[in-house]
C-alpha cells in the first residue's frame, strides 16, 4: 500500500519561509513525476511546482523565484522550500506522485495534506 506523507506546514509570518516534506513509502519500485498542489479556501486546487524523476522542474507563475521544488530519489521524498511567503500563499498543501509498484504499473498518490498559514 503507498502512502505519502506531508509534514513541515505551519503558521509563518509574512515574508518567512517553510520547508515542505513529502516521504512516499510501500511498495514503490520507482517514482516518475512528483508534484505539490495547494488548496486555499473557497479556492480550486492548483499545481504549485512539479519535477521529474530526472530533476526537470516546472513551476506555477505565482511561486517562481520564490519556492524550490526538490527530491531525493534514493529515499522516495519530495521537498518544497517556501521562501518569501505571502498571505496569498496560505492554503492546504498536497503533493502526489505516480507510482510505478513492482508489477509496472503506475498510478497517482495523493498525500492527505499540510496546511500553511500566512499571517500578514
Known amino acids: 500500500q503507498v502512502q505519502l506523507v506531508e509534514s513541515g506546514g505551519g503558521l509563518v509570518q509574512a515574508g518567512g519561509s517553510l520547508r515542505l516534506t513529502c516521504a512516499a513509502s510501500?511498495?514503490?519500485?520507482?517514482?516518475?513525476?512528483m508534484a505539490w498542489y495547494r488548496q486555499g479556501p473557497g479556492k480550486q486546487r492548483e499545481l504549485v511546482a512539479a519535477?521529474?524523476?530526472?530533476?526537470?522542474?516546472n513551476y506555477a507563475d505565482s511561486v517562481k523565484g520564490r519556492f524550490t521544488i526538490s527530491r531525493d530519489n534514493a529515499n522516495n521524498t519530495l521537498y518544497l522550500q517556501m521562501n518569501s511567503l505571502k498571505a496569498e500563499d496560505a492554503a492546504l498543501y498536497y503533493c502526489?506522485?505516480?507510482?510505478?509498484?513492482?508489477?509496472?504499473?503506475?498510478?497517482?498518490?495523493w498525500g492527505q495534506g499540510t496546511q500553511v498559514t500566512v499571517s500578514s
Open positions: 519535477i521529474t524523476s530526472g530533476g526537470t522542474t
Open positions: 510501500g511498495g514503490i519500485f520507482s517514482i516518475n513525476s
Open positions: 502526489n506522485a505516480d507510482v510505478i509498484n513492482y508489477y509496472g504499473a503506475v498510478f497517482r498518490y
